[in-house]
Structures are given as C-alpha cells and as structure tokens.
C-alpha cells in the first residue's frame, strides 16, 4: 500500500448549497474528515480555505513537517498534538500564529515561519515574544504588500537585538509564490503531483 505524504488544496468550495455558512461549515468538516486518515502526511499546503470549525484532525498527522495555510479563514488557532514535534516550516497569518499558544509551546522542532500579512498588526508584540525565545526558530519571513508597518519593523530591529543569528526578512507579496515553491520544493511533493 502507497502512503500519501503531501497534499495541496486550493478553493475546496462547496457550491451545491444555498446557504454560504452551512457550505463553509460543510467544506471544513469534509477537509477534516478527509485529512483524518492520512496519518503519513509530511506536507500539507491549503490555499483560500474557509473552516469555520478550524482543522482539528491536524493533531493527528504525527509526521507532518511543513503546513501552509494561505488566506485560510475561520482556522481560530492551531491545534496541539502530535504534529507539533514534527513540524519544521509553518507558513500563516501573524494573527494564527499568536492565537496558537498551546500549539506554539509544543512546536519544539519549528525552525522557518513564514508570516503572510493578515493587516492586523496587534499581535507583533506577542509575535516578538515566541520568536525572541523560541531557539529552534532561524529563519522568519514577512510577506507582505507595501511597506513594513512601523509595529512589524519594531519586531525585525527588536530580534536582530534579541537574537542576533535569527534571518528575520521581509518579502514582497508578490514573491509568496516563489517563497511558497522554495519551501516546498520536496522530492516527496514532486512525486505526489
């Protein structure tokens, strides 16, 4: 038996129902369900998702190393679970990933974050925080459109201080495409496509 070890998603749209909320309630419970079973997944990239419910079946892919959630809505946080120690690269909304206590504490392996500019700079403090005492970290990207928010430019000057070794860059958006295949450019995901 083949195990499946990287999946891409992009728009799982549930159009069959009238009702947008019910559709989005639908479609997330369907990638969880399908997500379930999958307990060899290495790679995991979802693009322009809705899940009201989040994604709880992420706690059992105990072989998960990279996760991307591009423009996902209505995650809320990031579970705890196995996944967590397997982790090594995470690309997200700053707002996932502050909002991610219990999953940040647990992610000892996680050494690459790519932060895609979600627009709410509120969580740059808390973000400066894990980023300032989390030693596996050594590399933190910013994607984003326009110029650097004075609070995020605060954060990159701040952790140059707090750890000198730490690579904090800030990358065009329009570059997320080339810095999404840099980082999942796998053996393992050229096989599954």
Same mark, same amino acid.
Do not use: K
């Given at each position: ?16 129902? !009238?009702?947008?909320? *019910?559709?989005?309630? #639908?479609?997330? @419970? +369907? ?8 307990? #060899?997944?290495?790679?995991? /990239? ?5 899940? =009201? ?8 892919? =105990? ?15 990031? =579970? +705890? ?11 997200? *909304? ?10 940040? $504490?647990?992610?000892? #392996?996680? #050494? ?13 403090? $808390?973000?400066?925080?894990? *980023? /300032? ?16 928010? $004075? ?13 000198? !070794?730490?690579?904090?860059? &800030? !990358? ?10 840099? @980082?999942?450019?796998? =053996? !393992?995901? &050229?096989?599954?496509?």
């Amino acid at each position: 038996m083949i195990a499946l070890r990287c999946i891409a998603v992009q728009v799982l749209n549930c159009t069959a129902m !009238e009702d947008e909320q *019910a559709s989005e309630e #639908q479609a997330g @419970a +369907a990638l969880n369900a399908a997500l379930a079973p999958l307990t #060899q997944l290495t790679s995991l /990239a979802l693009s322009e998702m809705v899940t =009201p419910s989040g994604l709880p079946a992420l706690a059992g892919l =105990p072989f998960l190393q990279r996760a991307c959630f591009r423009d996902c809505r209505g995650l809320g946080s990031l =579970p +705890a679970g196995p996944w967590c120690s397997s982790l090594q690269l995470l690309a997200a *909304a700053p707002d996932l990933l502050v909002s991610s206590g219990e999953f940040l $504490a647990d992610a000892g #392996q996680l #050494q690459e974050v790519l932060l895609q500019d979600g627009g709410n700079h509120q969580h740059c403090p $808390a973000l400066r925080q894990w *980023a /300032a005492t989390h030693p596996p970290l050594r590399r933190l990207r910013f994607v984003m459109s326009g110029t650097v928010p $004075a609070a995020l430019l605060g954060v990159v000057l701040h952790l140059q201080q707090d750890r000198p !070794e730490l690579e904090v860059t &800030h !990358e065009p958006y329009c570059s997320w495409g080339r810095l999404f295949e840099e @980082a999942f450019t796998l =053996p !393992e995901l &050229h096989e599954c496509m």
